[in-house]
């Protein structure tokens, strides 16, 4: 079956920006994450969501960042006013319940110039 | 962000060679997990654990759950080119409860 996937796989942008990446999780499963991984960095969790609420967002590193997922599948990661710093690969990972096994995508490239 | 430590941060091993890696916390973990990372794609779970002194073997891979519950290590026998990528270790405080948190990772380069 399909995995996780994101889109787009690669966003540059400038400065000031804003941007939004998506997330569409393996059919059926109930718990979504975000994750950031800076280069030579291992993944730093951002938030997750257990069904349609975000039941710990406390890695999100600004009130810059936001993430929705309205209707308990594909989620939006939103990143208003982008900075030099926003730069990174973001991962999106779910899994069946909250505490199995996660299934990460591919990756968003966000590049701000 | 909190972050395992994780060495050696890159290795370069003979075809054949065994290798062993590890990560330790000044935390207590009460899961510990292993991933790898090929360019481009995200991680791939390779092993879990979830009991202090746990040995788990998935293949050629071994990985244990240390007994102070404050690291790991992950081993791989007789390496092969397709072993090549990032090896990440992650933790988790309170299983089910706390997000996961991740090494730095290590670089494995393997010389057929």
């Known amino acids: 079956g399909a995995g996780v996937s994101q889109t787009p796989s690669n966003k540059v942008t400038e400065k000031g920006k804003y941007v939004e990446l998506r997330c569409d999780p393996i059919?059926?499963?109930?718990?979504l994450y975000w994750y950031r991984q800076s280069l030579g960095q291992g993944p730093e969790f951002l938030i997750y969501?257990?069904?349609?609420?975000?039941?710990?967002d406390s890695g999100l590193p600004n009130d810059r960042f936001f993430a929705v997922r309205p209707e308990g599948s594909v989620s939006t990661l939103k990143i208003q006013r982008t900075e030099r710093g926003d730069s990174a690969v973001y991962l999106c990972a779910s899994s069946l319940n909250w505490g199995e096994t996660q299934y990460f995508g591919p990756g968003t490239r966000l590049l701000v110039l | 962000g909190q972050q395992l430590n994780q060495s050696p941060q890159s290795m370069f091993i003979q075809e054949g060679e065994d290798v062993s890696m590890n990560c330790t916390s000044s935390s207590i973990f009460n899961t510990w997990l292993w991933y790898k990372q090929d360019p481009g794609e995200g991680p791939v779970l390779l092993i879990a654990?979830?009991?202090?002194?746990e040995l788990t073997s998935n293949g050629r891979l071994t990985a244990q759950f240390g007994i102070t519950r404050k690291d790991s290590f992950l081993n791989i026998s007789a390496s092969i080119p397709s072993d090549v990528g990032i090896y990440f270790c992650a933790g988790q405080e309170n299983s089910g409860n706390t997000p996961l948190v991740f090494g730095k990772g290590t670089r494995l380069s393997v010389i057929a």
């Open positions: 059919s059926g499963h109930t718990a």
């Open positions: 969501f257990q069904g349609t609420g975000a039941a710990d």
């Open positions: 654990l979830y009991k202090a002194g």
